[in-house]
């Protein structure tokens, strides 16, 4: 009868190899094919869809670091706005570096493509040094790369996934530190967990919990030296790295967002129990999507399995994630993070929870579920090897199914035009030759049309010329004030203009004062986005 390895080492954290070597040798094999699949399925779907509205926005103010920003964009160049909103720098630094070489459409989007393989590499380190030589690595790796979430935003906005890349490699030193308490492992996890603070500020809130569970882990093993250590680095990180991060950026963005003055009384949706409950299924949506109870479901198995077997491999995950999870409600329900501003009532305490503001626990929360499911799959085969062995493949087919149906909803059925597409709609204004006309924006059109009339191949700085955007005041003024502000801008007064919006029917007092000032409006886009005023006779 074959003779089952120990299922965790004394001490550690490592589940033992089965010694037959076979996985060991075709683990990166493997772990290759993903990366590569992954970069045909994303590079396929990178520019089906435009660019939305904050990927234009992105682009113009990580271009220019300093001076003008072009594309009836204002003046605040890309250091200034980054003061301004809750964006830490570094996505926007980066992107500034990478644009001065590579600017296209597709290249644009390609960042985000490029972190995410590089994100899974941490992701698939941080399961084998859980499960050396095992399968569990490389299905972490395709959860992933294939999840709703992390899939969105590969083929979008970058900013996210720079995040997530950085935790992923984070987790892995997280894991390292507890098994192996060397600096290198200390080092490399306060390293990788600064530069995803740097990427997104709720960071800060898995930092903190897998500090808390290397803290308790070391405190249970009583050893002191390397409680000193880590702690030390942690002083280290904070006064070099995040402290300056705090006086530059957060404290004078909270002042300019109005954030600073935000009550911090908790403010609860349906009660504090509730909404810590359902707070954690808005959360993990974003991961599992329309399988959000199936992921919940397991999170809940290898929860009890790791609590009942004190499997230590399971534990010490299970508890950073409980306590990131734990402080971060405390700290949304407070108002301490999320979309707290005083000029938006409707956004405060629980009713911030989950999103994509919280997209920093997917990847500890992957390498949980594979992880534990791995030690439940080699607990179960101790005890039988052929119902170890179903348990294993039975997982297989599932991760296999939730892959080819993401695949799908993402890749062919869930791209789908809007009409209003502005690369589309810049297409025809260059066709119908519109430059030599005005050109008035509707203000939330203005980065994205921009961005395609300056990278079209007929564009010439004279094409600029003639375009204009309009204010804030388009999307809420009344007849008296539109007419006004029409009439002062000289659009009241010449004979024809075209005028590009994202909601023809969000701009009723527009067209009713273009109406009663004797213009015609002829649709010259099918998705009704974009307009030709005559006047008539």
Known sequence: MRKQPD??????????????????????????????????????????????????????????????????????????????????????????????????????????????????????????????????????????????????????????????????????????????????SVIGFFAFSCLALYSQYGAAFMIAGMCAAVLVRFAVAKKV????????????????????????????????????????????????????????????????????????LVLLLICCFGLFTKAKAVIYPVLSVAFAWLVYYIAVSCSFYGYNVTWNPDSFGTANLGGKYSFFFIPAVIVLCSAGLGVLSDRIKAKSLAAGKAVT???????????????????????KKDDDDVREIVSEWYDIEAYNKKTLLYQREDALFNFYLIHDVRYSSSCSDNVEAADEWIRTADYDLMKEKLDSMGYLSTDEFYFITSNSKGNPAFFSVMEDEGYKAETIYSGQAAFYLMKKG
């Open 393 to 415: 493949v039975a997982v297989l087919i599932c991760f296999a199914l939730y892959g080819a149906v993401e695949i799908y909803r993402t890749g062919i059925k869930g791209w």
């Open 225 to 296: 030296a390397a409680v000193k250590r880590f702690l030390l680095a942690g002083i280290v990180s904070f006064a070099a790295a995040v402290f300056p991060l705090i006086v530059i950026f957060l404290i004078p963005q909270m002042g300019k967002q109005g954030s600073s003055s935000v009550s911090h009384t908790p403010v609860f949706v349906r009660g504090p129990v509730t909404d810590l409950i359902t707070g954690s299924g808005v959360m993990l949506r974003s991961m599992f999507g329309y399988y959000t109870y199936l992921g919940v």
């Open 7 to 184: 299922i965790i080492k004394e001490g550690a954290l490592t589940v033992p190899a089965d010694g037959t070597g076979r996985y060991a040798r075709t683990k990166w094999i493997c772990f290759s094919c993903l990366l590569l699949a992954a970069l045909v399925f994303y590079i396929l779907n990178a520019t089906k869809s435009g660019l939305w509205y904050d990927e234009a926005v992105e682009y113009f103010y990580s271009k220019y670091m300093t001076g003008t920003v072009p594309g009836g964009l204002g003046t605040t160049n890309m250091f200034e706005r980054i003061r301004i909103t809750f964006q830490p720098p570094l996505y926007n630094v980066l992107m500034f570096l990478w644009l001065q070489v590579f600017d296209s459409e597709f290249l644009f989007r390609l960042t985000g493509i490029l972190v995410t393989l590089a994100g899974a590499g941490g992701i698939f380190l941080a399961v084998e040094e859980v499960l050396p030589d095992r399968i569990w690595s490389n299905v972490a790796v395709f959860f992933y790369l294939f999840s709703r979430g992390i899939v969105y935003y590969a083929l979008e906005c970058a900013e996210y996934n720079l995040m997530l890349c950085f935790m992923a490699w984070a987790v892995w030193y997280f894991i390292r530190v507890m098994n192996r308490e060397d600096l290198r």
